[in-house]
């Protein structure tokens, strides 16, 4: 069979990755797909500029244009990140009968349902495997090896970033700035971390996720979004006393009026499995009602591990371009027809355990206060700490770890806490969530 001509946009880090790989593996990549797999052109910002990879055999151009209009490409791999030119791009190649590999979550979280309809009308295959957790194959596990699944929840770490300076924080004793600073250092942050340490990277994933565990139209707008920067070390240290790690997670979990899709700190259990990921790396953990808890451990970026998702679509793409469009898996798992708009619920509906820190008089009575107006709310207690004040303050600190209630309850609770004459600062609050292993 005549092989796979590829066209790549952006010849950066991961451009060069997926030209090695094919370089490397071609014959067994050939084996796989029934053909080969051949990048013939890319569109660079500067052609000057030095490369990870050899350019001998690729027409290297600076028009991306001209490339998802060439009759001779078969499919366009989109690199370039971000969202407006790369919208643009994406459904001009769609719209001239070119498939597309993707990494770029932003694109996809914001813009996938209608680039989805528009491949489906034009019986073309959009593929975004990189575009989620890097070299972890999750897309595909959710959406072909669990199919027979009802998906009750998912829930994982999916930025290396914020994972990374949460790991140094509990194990170095640094301030969040402190490890920050370290992660720019060793590469593992932007100059700008925003889109990491606010949840942003982790929404625009987790939007992805959830819509092919749950049948429901891409809902990134929907997604309640909640960053690290505030977690200090305090918090650290009493979530370990109490036996959990503070972990940025993101959630997809059906609930009883709907789906919650959340990205925020979260307190773990020390013994799961979640809790003990660390540095850089990504894990995803998918409940299904046969199959139970699955969990997908790896590398959620870099050269190597995405190369390897995006190389992968590209050989499923190979494999589907002789199937009618009819037989092939649906870009969103459901088929098209049979995506449904589940509510997606605010933050004041989630249901789930709650880790709250307050800072009070050092006096006697003020813990039972605490506690009555939990218990007028039928909020049941895991744990407590109280915390003498320090030489040098007067206040004294109760960190209680709450059972399961509804964030509604909980902060109508933490309303009246703070209202409390004897509470000497605001309350410090984050949620808690256990995951069967």
Sequence with gaps: ??????????LGTVGAGVVNLLARNGDEIARRAGREIRVTRAAVRNLEAPRECATADIDLGTDCHSIVTDPEIDVVLELIGGETEAYDLVMAAIANGKHVVTANKHLIALHGNEIFAAADAAGVVVSFEAAVAGGIPIIKAIRESLAANRIEWVAGIINGTGNFILSQMNFEDVSFDEALADAQ????????PTFDVEGIDAAHKLAIIGSIAFGIPLSFDKIVTDGIRRISADDIEYAAELGYRVKHLGIA??????????????LVSERALLANVEGEKNAIMVYGDAVGATAYYGAGAGAGPTASSVVADMIDTARMMSVDPAGRVPHLAFQPDQITAEPVLGSEDFVCGHYFRVQVADQTGVMAEVTRILAERAIGIEAILQKDPPRDDEDARIIIVTKTAKEATLMDALSHIVALPTTRDGVVHYRVAEFED
Excluded at 3 to 10: D, N, P, Q, S
């Design 1 to 10: 069979m005549d092989a796979v001509k590829v066209g790549v946009l952006g």
């Design 185 to 192: 250092a060793r590469g593992f942050a932007e100059a700008d």
């Design 253 to 266: 979990q059906r609930q009883p009026e709907g789906v919650s899709m959340r990205v925020h700190p979260t």
